[in-house]
């Protein structure tokens, strides 16, 4: 019988991870009960309608001028949604919340419109993510930098990490100029991004010339501008962060070891849209995300790292205890 060590020091090729848990999985994934596999598009809308409507409580708190106070909770309640519904673009982007692979895309694009992440460009360099964890191809799309997170400073501005932006105005860039957004793509992948930076920037330019026509600055700084850049941005490095942190994700293909599961309150779990539950996401991410705490409950014995909290956590980043020893080797390095 092969040890784990026997199949982890194999030629490292796409998709590697799913040969490993097929050899030493107690619970072989084609053994999984067929209704984790079932999409429920009733869930996904209900999520969807509630984040939005949170959205608007915001905005109705800041546009009502009950005082500052009343401005900060409306920011960061818009803010804080507006990283959730990334997470809900993230279940649109594996297929999970409809069958259509139109209202998919329809969906995921309204999910990642507030923080400017196209939906396309999201799914395939996390799908190509998912075939290649555990292997130097590895990377993941918002591409963290995570040094110095031991310190203060350094934890608070890896969650700022306004330099994303960069990015995302280079792929407008190319989008304008009718370079490939994502170099080496497939052409219709690219039509795809295309289109999305197109749309994108066409919304960033109604938003410049309603500020300018109806001098509505303010009410764009603060419904916008402020959520995003101050609330939204380090709220999704708080939920992204941590999914393999530390972890040999260069080079270990054994995604029970290469990746994390976080135990959350019930709001934590709604919240990173059981992002927490992110080993039993990477055991088969075939599932859709309304099922995983189930698939979760079945492959709990065979996860090898997990935290008893998000605090406990963050905590241990803080005093060094979770780190990478080699910063150009993390998964978050494009």
Same mark, same amino acid.
């Given at each position: 019988m092969e040890s784990l060590q026997d199949v982890k020091s194999g030629a490292r090729v796409e998709g590697e991870a799913e040969v490993v848990l097929e050899k030493l999985a107690l619970v072989h994934r084609r053994d999984l009960p067929k209704d984790i596999f079932q999409r429920k598009p009733s869930v996904f809308v209900k999520?969807?309608?509630?984040?939005?409507?949170? &959205?608007? &409580?915001?905005?109705?708190?800041?546009?009502?001028?009950?005082?500052? &106070?009343?401005?900060?909770?409306? !920011?960061?309640? !818009? +803010?804080? !949604?507006y990283a959730h519904l990334v997470e809900l673009q993230h279940e649109c982007l594996h297929q999970h919340a409809f069958r259509s692979r139109r209202l998919n895309r329809v969906? +995921?694009? /309204?999910? +990642? /419109?507030? /923080?400017?992440?196209? $939906?396309?460009? $999201?799914?395939?360099?996390?799908?190509?993510?998912?075939?290649?964890?555990?292997?130097?191809?590895?990377?993941?799309?918002?591409?963290?930098?995570?040094?110095?997170?031991?310190?203060?400073? +350094?934890?608070?501005?890896?969650a700022l990490h306004l330099g994303r932006y960069t990015e995302v105005l280079?792929? /407008?860039?190319r989008a304008l100029t009718g370079r490939p957004v994502m170099p080496g793509g497939r052409v219709h992948e690219n039509k795809r991004l295309r289109e999305e930076y197109l749309l994108l920037v066409a919304m960033a330019a109604a938003t410049v010339a309603v500020g300018f026509v109806l001098d509505a600055w303010v009410p764009i700084l603060l419904l916008w501008a402020l959520p995003n850049f101050l609330v939204a941005e380090p709220c999704h490095f708080l939920i992204e962060m941590p999914e393999h942190f530390g972890l040999n994700t260069q080079t270990d293909p054994d995604v029970r070891s290469n990746t994390r599961t976080i135990n959350a309150t019930r709001i934590g779990a709604w919240y990173t849209n059981y992002n927490n539950l992110h080993t039993a996401h990477h055991y088969h991410y075939g599932g859709p995300m309304v099922n995983v705490p189930r698939l979760h409950d079945i492959v709990t014995p065979e996860i090898q790292v997990i935290e008893e909290s998000y605090p406990a956590f963050f905590k241990r980043v803080l005093r060094g205890e979770w780190k990478y020893t080699n910063f150009e080797e993390t998964c978050m390095t494009r």
């Open positions: 999520k969807f309608a509630f984040a939005f409507a949170l &959205i608007g &409580i915001g905005a109705a708190l800041v546009l009502a001028n009950l005082g500052p &106070i009343a401005d900060v909770v409306g !920011i960061v309640v !818009i +803010g804080a !949604i969906f +995921g694009f /309204m999910c +990642g /419109m507030f /923080m400017v992440s196209s $939906y396309s460009h $999201y799914r395939y360099e996390h799908l190509a993510h998912h075939a290649n964890l555990g292997t130097s191809k590895n990377k993941e799309f918002f591409n963290y930098r995570f040094k110095n997170l031991d310190t203060v400073w +350094g934890f608070v501005k890896g280079k792929s /407008m860039g």
